[in-house]
């Protein structure tokens, strides 16, 4: 990705690594070009295939339809989709920054005291190990409002990735570094600001990345048990609607529609921790060899 | 506890105030696995001194190091600061700082940043913070590095912005914990000069922990050596030359006695170790 220029500075005998500039194409490295060309390639051939045989083949549309009748009634039926689409998305993006709010304070909050993590914590496991399934119906049933009880049931599956991971970071400063802190006599805010937050990060941002697509998939299942109808309604009951009325065709535009925002989601948070990381952190590092 | 005593009694190398920066006293340290990592340790340090703790592994020497710099408590003893400021309680408020034998750097910060932090966590205001800061990393060669990260450093530069920032508070003691043991021989004789030029120049303290006679003899002035199980003082070596020291005190007549008084001493102490057991 866009690295900064930075020149490449020596000292006599204390040399620093020397950051090599690599010729780019259209804004991408020529190293980069075959990574994204070659998944691109496989993808064209498999949707070839993939038409070709339900040309060659006559099977039914309701049983398979190709490729290009699903791109047409997505065009087609763009306006019911689209608002689906933002539905569920709001639904996740929802969960996933209640996950991340109450994800990082809880952990915050385990890592002030080991008897607050050790009592508290099986209870998350426990959440996280529940099938959101068999507990959706009753969330409905308990919350009223309906959008609300989905973005619960988002919340409880995307929540525990990033509860655990950040514990975990909080818990990996530097011991070294946390002496020299109870050496300048810092408070315990002061360690948290400036030595605990900052080493979690990486694996905050880890448990983001799987807490994204955690929070789309709970929000699809959620919407699936809760089965509602009408205008409000996001692209899991687009997915039921379609299969009842048999519009096959519809259910795969959907299908596709979720599984595109699902990539969309995980490629955010890749390049939103790239960003993050990429001057200091050995994930974002290239080897020098 | 003879040869201990022997050396409490020796004169101490001259220039130095009669009330020591710090002042050990019977001080003891009980692991709770029960090893008994030092036993009754007497060292009083003078201002201004430089003092090597030279001995094998695991004779205590980093564990001293860390009770001194109030990193873990004594099982037994005190360790007095007569000259420090003492805060309500009476608790001693030594202006100390300590150097790791890794840089110990924060990856997330510029080399700035890092030099920064002791300044920061003392709330000293951000402008005056960067110019201090910024002032410390030219001391040590780096001022041209101020916005580099640690990984884009080189081992040694490392090791500059952790004794920058070691520098940074102009402490009154600098303990340094084998802090070039993980260099290679020539970055290590670099920085040896460029430690003993700032110690010339500046007013502090250092108390540096190594296990290299060569290394102890070159830079300090007096030599503290330690024996293992238990760890405790067995001799202390007045190892006085004149500075600045350069690299041709390594071929003088002077650093060769003390390495050989240096070296005799450290025998002893790996015999009383291997003589325990």
Known sequence: MAEAARPAITIGDDAPPVILQHKRVLGVSVATWPKILMPMAVGILALAGWELAVRLQGIPVYILPGPILIAKTMVADWGTLSGSLWITLSISLAALSAAVVLGVSLSVLFAQSKWVELSFFPYAVILQVTPIVAIAPLIIIWVNDVKLSLLICAWIVAFFPILSNTTLGLNSADHNLLNLFQLYKATRFQTLMNLRLPSALPYFLGGLKISGGLALIGAVVAEFVAGTGGSQSGLAYRILESGYQLRIPRMFAALFMISISGIVIFMCLSLLSHLTLRRWHESALKREN | ?277
């Open chain 2, 1 to 277: 506890m003879i040869a201990a005593d022997n050396a409490a009694a020796q004169a101490r190398p001259a220039g130095l105030s009669a009330r020591p920066v710090v002042a050990v006293r019977g001080v003891a340290k009980l692991f709770s696995n029960g090893t008994l990592a030092l036993q009754n340790v007497d060292l009083d340090i003078g201002r201004h001194q430089f003092m090597s703790l030279l001995g094998p592994s695991g004779c205590g020497k980093s564990t001293l190091l860390r009770m001194i710099a109030g990193l873990g408590s004594a099982s037994a003893g005190t360790i007095d600061w007569p000259e420090a400021d003492h805060d309500a309680q009476g608790a001693a408020l030594p202006r100390l700082s300590f150097v790791f034998q890794e840089p110990t750097l924060m990856p997330w910060a510029t080399a700035i940043k890092n030099v920064m932090l002791p300044l920061k966590l003392a709330g000293v205001p951000k402008e005056e913070r960067r110019a201090r800061a910024a002032e410390a990393l030219a001391m040590v060669g780096l001022g041209a590095f101020e916005n580099a990260y640690p990984r884009e450093l080189s081992g040694g530069m490392k090791m500059r912005v952790s004794i920058a920032r070691g520098m940074v508070t102009k402490p009154d003691v600098l303990l340094m914990d084998e802090p070039f043991a993980a260099l290679d021989e020539i970055t290590r004789f670099k920085l040896n000069n460029d430690l003993l030029e700032l110690w010339h120049a500046s007013n502090f303290t250092v108390v540096f922990v190594t296990h290299s006679v060569f290394e102890s003899v070159y830079l300090s002035q007096r030599i503290v050596v330690m024996a293992a199980r238990p760890g405790r003082i067995i001799a202390d070596l007045d190892t006085t030359a004149p500075y600045p020291r350069a690299s041709d005190y390594r071929t003088s007549p002077l650093y060769n006695d003390h390495c050989r008084r240096a070296s005799q001493a450290l025998e002893v102490a790996m015999g009383h170790a291997l003589g325990a057991h």
